[in-house]
């Protein structure tokens, strides 16, 4: 148990601290107005608004998988119900997507941010059962790698280009 807690504790400040100076190395490059506008960019992901759509189907996983009832069928059912979500939104934006003009995001930015639920909502499943596994340590390792190639993507790109479309194409990468 406190081995774990150590896990927990260790990587969150890591990935806090990526975080943080990241944050510092993104304001340099850009202007505050371009970061804001990359954080009202965030804010409509899977990390933000666009994960209400999966109706706390990611708990429901951890839940269930800890209780050890019938893992291997919610794991299914959810991973399917995940994808089938994710492909409903990604349709209704093609449909309608080009209806809605935004200067921060072209056509193929919109495309790539929908069409990114159709890979980030079953991850999010994977992690969910992974985290009802109490395979803390798996988890965790993941979530810093994941952290420190985001870090070392945002760094590189931004050292050749100082754009904030180049930006959001690397948050997609990571």
């Known amino acids: 148990m406190i081995s774990n807690t150590f896990v927990n504790v260790s990587a969150m400040g890591i990935v806090a601290l990526l975080k943080f100076f990241l944050i510092s190395i993104v304001v340099s490059r850009l202007s505050l107005e371009d970061y804001g506008l990359y954080l009202i960019f965030l804010l409509f992901t899977y990390r933000g608004m666009a994960g209400f759509f999966l109706f706390g189907l990611p708990v429901f996983v951890t839940k269930l998988v800890a209780e050890n009832k019938i893992a291997k069928y919610v794991i299914n059912t959810s991973l399917i119900i995940s994808f089938i979500v994710a492909t409903i939104i990604f349709i209704l934006w093609l449909a309608f997507g080009k209806y809605i003009e935004s200067a921060l995001l072209t056509r193929d930015m919109q495309i790539l941010l929908v069409g990114s639920l159709l890979f980030q909502y079953p991850l999010m499943i994977f992690k969910a059962a992974i985290e009802g596994m109490q395979k803390f340590k798996l988890l965790r390792t ?15 790109w931004l050292g050749f ?14």
């Open 142 to 156: 993941i979530e810093v790698l994941s952290a420190v190639i985001s870090f070392v993507f945002t760094v590189v």
């Open 161 to 174: 280009f100082k754009d904030i479309q180049v930006l959001m194409y690397v948050f997609f990468a990571s």
